[in-house]
């Protein structure tokens, strides 16, 4: 791993680490949307592994393997973050959203209205819905929900075998189950919107045209029903 004059040799360094990337990118990437692609996991994690062993000046053994573990995560945390763009007043908004159907299906044993959300929330009811509208292309997991320091953190709850093959996490079917059992308690017209925009790949004005609603009214929808499943899943 070192050459004849004594520097180490980074190639052989990329080489020999290069499975501990892969190995953390699939780990992260089982817990992500699909559109999230693992090869850029793994990109970004390279340049994590590259910049620890640049900064690296331990010996190279078990300790450097945790710091490079580190240096990868935090990379892939950044790429993460750099391609969400929901704004973080957007998101605190969203996450107070997601209290009140908590706090009101624990509550009253149900589903809250829009109207039961918007009066927990001390808004209008058209106040509640342009936040609805403002959180368009809200998402199901965002990058914070990986970090240990998050307020909410709750992903890492869902995975609790962290030392195994990452590949079991690939095929652990147990977000899913959670997943596919939360859509089935949503209220009728959000499950419908959810299936036809994820199973039949519909987009937003083509379900607004099988519902007899506008787009924006799709929209409000969509992300309401995103705030009702991430309510869930944190509290599992």
């Not at 973080?88 to 997601?98: A, L």
């Not at 994820?198 to 029903?225: D, F, K, P, W």
Request: charged share 30%.
């Amino acid at each position: 791993m070192y050459t004849e004059t004594g520097i180490k040799n980074k190639e052989n360094f990329v080489d020999e680490f290069a499975p501990l990337v892969k190995r953390i990118a699939y780990h992260m990437m089982a817990k992500l949307p699909a559109s999230v692609q693992v090869d850029d996991l793994i990109q970004a994690g390279m340049i994590g592994l590259l910049d620890a062993i640049n900064r690296y000046e331990g010996s190279y053994g078990r300790q450097f393997e945790s710091y490079a573990a580190q240096r990868i995560r935090g990379s892939i945390l950044d790429e993460l973050r750099d391609a969400d763009w929901l704004p973080r007043s957007i998101r605190k908004k969203m996450r107070q959203i997601e209290a009140a159907v908590n706090m009101l299906e624990q509550r009253n044993g149900c589903a809250p209205s829009e109207q039961d959300l918007a009066e927990e929330l001390q808004i209008s009811l058209d106040e509640y819905h342009a936040t609805l509208q403002s959180a368009r292309g809200a998402q199901l997991i965002y990058y914070e929900d990986f970090q240990q320091d998050d307020e909410e953190p709750f992903l890492d709850r869902l995975f609790i075998d962290e030392g195994g093959n990452p590949l079991n996490a690939l095929v652990d079917e147990s977000l899913r189950k959670l997943l596919v059992q939360a859509i089935e308690n949503l209220p009728p017209r959000e499950k419908m919107v959810m299936g036809m925009h994820y199973e039949q790949e519909m987009n937003l004005r083509e379900i607004g045209e099988v519902m007899g609603v506008s787009e924006s009214r799709v929209c409000q929808l969509h992300t309401q029903a995103i705030a009702r499943l991430r309510s869930r899943l944190r509290n599992l």
